[in-house]
């Protein structure tokens, strides 16, 4: 059985580094390498398939990189994945949720019909950075009638403090970086 600090490093490897984007001083991790790489990426989609296999009737994916990292999951585990799109993106009926951004808000929605009442949710992104979507995915979820189970992110972004929006859940992150991370570091 492969250890989370093994396919940590194994997924770590493949993701891209891009120093000064999407603006200088900023390192971006790119997720589209690591989804590239076929073999690292079936090695982590079934290395948290098995992880929450049997606790798990949903995995609910945020728009838009949660998607790429949920349907596999899901699909590996014989269950079905919930969609939570950003506003106006899904046709009616919806619920939704607004929520605050740095500047401004911002909405998300999903299909009521999608979410079975009492159903164990896994909520899936690709990085925790100051929290507020990822507490507007809980809520929505919990709205919803369903049970947040857990929520696993890719990468956390520690220095956003994003863990303290839902230090209440059950938080599993592959991989924790911090500002002062170096490029090859």
Not at 18 to 40: H, K, M, S, W
């Amino acid at each position: 059985m492969t250890t989370s600090k093994e396919i940590a490093e194994r997924v770590e490897s493949a993701i891209g580094l891009i120093p000064g984007f999407p603006q200088e001083g900023v390192l971006f991790r790119d997720i589209t390498p690591l989804i590239a790489n076929g073999p690292v990426f079936a090695e982590l989609t079934h290395y948290l398939a098995e992880k929450y296999r049997g606790k798990i009737d949903y995995v609910a994916g945020l728009e838009s990189r949660g998607f790429i990292l949920a349907a596999p999951i899901a699909a590996e585990l014989g269950i079905g994945m919930i969609t939570l799109r950003k506003a106006g993106k899904l046709p009616p009926p919806v619920v939704g949720i607004d929520y605050a951004l740095e500047y401004g808000t911002a909405r998300l929605e999903v299909r009521p019909e999608t979410v079975p009442t009492g159903a164990r949710v896994l909520i899936v992104d690709d990085v925790l950075a100051t929290g507020g979507t990822a507490a507007a995915s809980i809520a929505l979820m919990e709205q919803s009638g369903a049970n947040v189970v857990g929520i696993f992110f890719l990468l956390e972004l520690v220095d956003l403090n994003g863990r303290t929006q839902i230090e209440d859940e059950e938080i599993d992150v592959l991989i924790k970086v911090h500002e002062t991370d170096e490029v090859g570091a």
